[in-house]
């Protein structure tokens, strides 16, 4: 299994600390060119890998830790993200008016055709997630959602692997608006 982290920010970085805490490789890539954070990556550690974002983009699990309005210019790096899982770390604030009530999971969901869409790792600050997620004995809780059952497996198994406690919170429309 492949993973890669779209978005370089403070959620991302706060992403890349935790693979690297655990010794897996990940790659990271946004809009730039990768040499303008190589320097901040190789600071994580050895495992964070910077890359192009078409190169990112072939990972088989991705997050999604760009801004909310970035989201459909990922979208654009492929024509069909077919056979890969998005986790959808984005928050939408303030509410834009086009969600019309519904989840930004929704959104994101029709924007990465083909994808499985699980939402997740979205609810903590990026201290939160950099910090070791073990604490006082027990594991800090990331919450996921996903319309796809297939794809919470995987997701469930990373988020362990990486030290967190995942709880599924059922569909996009039940859980996805966090």
């Known amino acids: 299994m492949s993973y890669a982290i779209i978005g370089f920010g403070k959620i991302g970085q706060a992403l890349a600390k935790a693979f690297a805490r ?10 730039r060119d990768p040499e ?59 509410v834009p008016e086009e969600l019309d009530g519904l989840p930004s999971s929704a959104f994101v969901a029709k924007a990465f055709t083909g994808a499985k869409l699980v939402k997740g790792f979205n609810h903590l600050i990026a201290a939160s997630l950099a910090a070791d997620p073990i604490v006082e004995g027990g594991h800090r809780v990331v919450f996921l959602s996903s319309d796809d059952e297939d794809a919470i497996a995987p ?10 406690a995942p709880v599924k919170l059922g569909k996009l429309n039940e859980g996805g608006a966090l």
């Not at 655990?22 to 809009?31: D, P």
């Not at 600071?43 to 801004?67: H, M, N, Q, S, Y």
């Open 22 to 31: 655990k010794g897996l490789e990940v790659s990271v890539a946004t809009t």
């Open 155 to 164: 997701v469930a198994a990373l988020a362990r692997q990486l030290g967190f």
């Open 36 to 94: 303008s954070f190589a320097s901040d990556a190789a600071a994580i550690g050895p495992t964070i890998i910077p890359k192009t974002l078409a190169d990112a983009v072939k990972a088989d699990i991705i997050f999604l830790a760009v801004r909310f309005e970035s989201h459909p210019d990922v979208a654009k790096a492929l024509p069909s993200w077919e056979g890969k899982t998005i986790i959808d770390a984005t928050n939408v604030f303030p």
